[in-house]
């Protein structure tokens, strides 16, 4: 049982546009929800996080949108760059302990 | 400061063997996890660690093992190798408490099973 959902599998933007996944969960008790990036070869970075007591975080060209009551967030990437050209995860977590990811999305950002 | 380290960075094994990858937390960081990644996948929960005792397991059959020492550096067991267990292993730590949220991932482990 897939405990978070992610989509788009694969996106494409143009640089300078707006890149915009998706991710949703079922299980109520996660109270963390962290976004990573994933470079070939390297291990996920934490890019940003929020908790479910917020609706919107911003950190640089990087926000989260959260919808409690729809049980979704989603992470934008606003100017988008070839640099951020990356496999992206979101995951959720109740109280620190494990970690429940979605499956990716590979963005492509064309110059 | 140092993130988490892991080592080996790549290991090829034969079906059947047994492999030990070491993980060492960020300086301060109580709690070690382990994650598996699948080509293609998101990463999946194994072992988590604080303070030295197992807080949590994933689904994952008993050849796998881990702990954790006094210097809260970790070890990741897999015995009895099987082609399926070739995958990235990730190691991440956590911060000043069991119920701090920010996980740190090291490079990981990539391990080939032939």
């Known amino acids: 049982q897939q405990q978070v959902k992610q989509s788009p599998q694969s996106l494409i933007v143009q640089k300078g546009g707006i890149s915009i996944i998706n991710c949703a969960y079922e299980?109520?008790?996660?109270?963390?929800f962290p976004w990573y990036q994933q470079f070939p070869g390297k291990g996920p970075a934490l890019l940003i996080a929020?908790?479910?007591?917020?609706s919107e975080k911003k950190e640089g060209r990087f926000t989260i949108s959260f919808n409690k009551s729809a049980k979704q967030f989603s992470l934008h990437i606003m100017d988008s760059q070839p640099g951020d050209s990356a496999t992206y995860f979101c995951?959720?977590?109740?109280?620190?302990?494990?970690?429940?990811f979605g499956t990716g999305t590979s963005l492509t950002v064309i110059p | 400061d140092a993130g988490v380290t892991q080592s080996p960075t790549h290991l090829i094994k034969t079906r059947g063997q047994h492999v030990t990858l070491r993980c060492s937390p960020i300086?301060?960081?109580?709690?070690v996890s382990w994650y598996q990644q699948v080509l293609g996948q998101g990463p999946q929960f194994i072992f988590q660690?604080?303070?030295?005792?197992?807080?949590g397991r994933g689904n994952f059959p008993d050849r796998f093992s881990a702990r954790q020492f006094p210097n809260y550096s970790s070890e990741l067991n897999v015995n009895a190798l099987l082609l399926g267990d070739s995958a990235l292993y990730l190691c991440?730590?956590?911060?000043?408490?069991?119920?701090?949220?920010?996980?740190?991932f090291g490079q990981g482990t990539r391990l080939t099973v032939v």
């Open positions: 299980n109520t008790a996660f109270d963390y």
């Open positions: 929020i908790r479910p007591d917020v």
């Open positions: 991440a730590s956590s911060g000043h408490g069991q119920m701090n949220t920010e996980a740190f």
């Open positions: 995951a959720a977590s109740h109280t620190g302990n494990q970690f429940y």
């Open positions: 300086s301060g960081h109580k709690s």
């Open positions: 660690y604080y303070e030295k005792e197992e807080r």
